[in-house]
């Protein structure tokens, strides 16, 4: 049976309950009577005491632990709390003459800075130098600097001969924001329940969730082929603005080696999906080929009946909890899979103002084919 800890006001009533029996003729309960104020202030210290023991036990248990305690627990099984991670890319000026030496400043459209990391010189009027943000000082932001080929950068400081403003000419990728409690302990509960097995479908997942930025992410053996690994991932928070897929191609690591140290064995990755295929290229087994791939978004529309007169924020309220169902519940398995419509339903059901409606599309659960992940379509209210 769980320990009941006592609230302040229980505390109190008993202090004064014992002042009472132990003191007779005292009236401990009388407002400004010493003993009334000595006994609240042994209350309110018992109080602390009590708070202090919870946050101890709370601390006790990787279950529950937070922090700096979590971050301990999870180090006895090799894991370590994800560091914030600048986003970089390519960005092209154009100009007459001149060269753009490494350090120099950008500044992205919305104030956002990053730095130049390599010289580039003028050649037929154009320039393509790498970039990265710079890094938040406090360590805890870096995903605000992935951006879409196309986003117009402008230098920092004036050179001679070259156009002020550019444009990227990838996507920036790579930012990531300090890791979370949430996540850590979820990466951390995974390493204890399934310890490694030099190569098997969760150690591709472990591998995949301790890159920057993946919150998600799922193995599938033979996915082209005998001997191949397909790790498909997820950056739910990192490419936000591209609903967690990732930005980049498909393929394997650079440091993949065909037979006596060729060449990659297929295409080489790009973006989001290459930063993961060279982090697990290391770690993997030598003779399998992984893939790092991006799950293929498949829309499902959803029609709700009963409740057309829902105001704006319940709907909103509605959109959310689509979301999370599809966020906790897709997975990918290298065959179709399925999201169960009553998990939708239970979430709206949740939400106020929601008595009485009825989802008529679709029609029965959530069917999804091999590789893809379902995503909120349109909604329409009947």
Known sequence: MPYVRKTLTQLRQQVAQDLASALPGSDPLLRFANLTIMGAIQAGLAHLHNGYLDYIAQQA??????AEYLEAWAALKGIFRIPATPASGLVRFNGTSGDIPSGTPLVRGDGQKYTTTADGTLVSGTVVVPATAVADPAGLVGAIGDCDV????????????????????????????????????ARMLLAFQSPAHGGSQSDYVTWALAVPGVTRAWCVPNVFGSGTVGVYIMLDSAEAAHGGFPQGTNGVSQFDHGPNAGAPRDSVATGDQLVVADYIAPLQPVTALVYALAPTASPVAFTISGIASASTAV??????????????????????TTVDISFVNSAIAAIAGTSGFVITAPAGNIVTASGALPTRGTVTYT
């Open 61 to 66: 248990v990787p279950f529950t632990a937070t």
């Open 315 to 336: 709907k909103n309220e509605i959109n959310d909890a689509i979301d999370s169902v599809l966020l906790q519940y897709a997975q990918i398995t290298g065959a179709s």
């Open 150 to 185: 196309g986003t117009v950068f402008t230098l920092g400081t004036a050179i001679v001969g070259v156009n002020s403003t550019g444009a990227a000419t990838n996507n920036f990728v790579g930012g990531a924001d300090l890791e979370q409690d949430d996540a850590l302990r």
